[in-house]
T-cell receptor
Framework: AQSVTQLGSHVSVSEGALVLLRCNYSSSVPPYLFWYVQYPNQGLQLLLKYTSAATLVKGINGFEAEFKKSETSFHLTKPSAHMSDAAEYFCAVTTKGAGGTSYGKLTFGQGTILTVHP | SAVISQKPSRDICQRGTSLTIQCQVDSQVTMMFWYRQQPGQSLTLIATANQGSEATYESGFVIDKFPISRPNLTFSTLTVSNLSPEDSSIYLC??????????FGPGTRLLVL
């Protein structure tokens, strides 16, 4: 079984401040981890992913996340927030499928709404 | 990454009717998925659509309510049948990419009156 917990359903930062969105996962086998962003009235866009290569993953729009196995965490950060970062962010976990038509099931966290103040 | 489009982008339907949502991918993919996002909630997987076989439904979702077609490797449809206000949600399709990565469409926003 796998699960994701996002700490904080709402995070508010000032423009130019550090963004930190927290994600902890539970998985009985090595996980693959993802961050998606959903802008108002849009679908989900992949920000970045961890698939067992480098533990520090860089994504689009200046975001990055670090996989910490000992802490079962995959927190999302951005050094300087921009107004355009205001959106809802989802952390998701899956595991490697058995191959063929078996594909890892994606489990989502509850989401964190990021508000950026001028 | 795959580019995914959905039709319609939004709709308002009367209870008791049905809505069919189309999902088109710009490349051939083995697996496609359908999700529901209820207001203020996260995403819940409805079913996995494989070409050439019946869809695999998650617990709590049944084929009679959510029939799915997958006629080829770039296209799928989800029908939400016998609509009730509780079906008001965003419905998203996704396509399977490499290493268990899924790419999502823009979603279909359904309001049932």
């Amino acid at each position: 079984a796998q699960s994701v917990t996002q700490l904080g359903s709402h995070v508010s930062v000032s423009e130019g401040a550090l963004v930190l969105l927290r994600c902890n996962y539970s998985s009985s086998v090595p996980p693959y981890l993802f961050w998606y962003v959903q802008y108002p009235n849009q679908g989900l866009q992949l920000l970045l992913k961890y698939t067992s290569a480098a533990t520090l993953v860089k994504g689009i729009n200046g975001f990055e996340a670090e996989f910490k196995k000992s802490e079962t965490s995959f927190h999302l950060t951005k050094p300087s927030a921009h107004m355009s970062d205001a959106a809802e962010y989802f952390c998701a976990v899956t595991t490697k499928g058995a191959g063929g038509t078996s594909y890892g099931k994606l489990t989502f966290g509850q989401g964190t709404i990021l508000t950026v103040h001028p | 990454s795959a580019v995914i489009s959905q039709k319609p982008s939004r709709d308002i339907c009367q209870r008791g009717t049905s809505l069919t949502i189309q999902c088109q991918v710009d490349s051939q993919v083995t697996m496609m998925f359908w999700y529901r996002q209820q207001p203020g909630q996260s995403l819940t997987l409805i079913a996995t659509a494989n070409q050439g076989s019946e869809a695999t439904y998650e617990s709590g979702f049944v084929i009679d309510k959510f029939p799915i077609s997958r006629p080829n490797l770039t296209f799928s449809t989800l029908t939400v049948s016998n609509l009730s206000p509780e079906d008001s949600s965003i419905y998203l399709c996704s396509a399977a990419g490499p290493i268990e990565t899924q790419y999502f469409g823009p979603g279909t926003r359904l309001l049932v009156l």
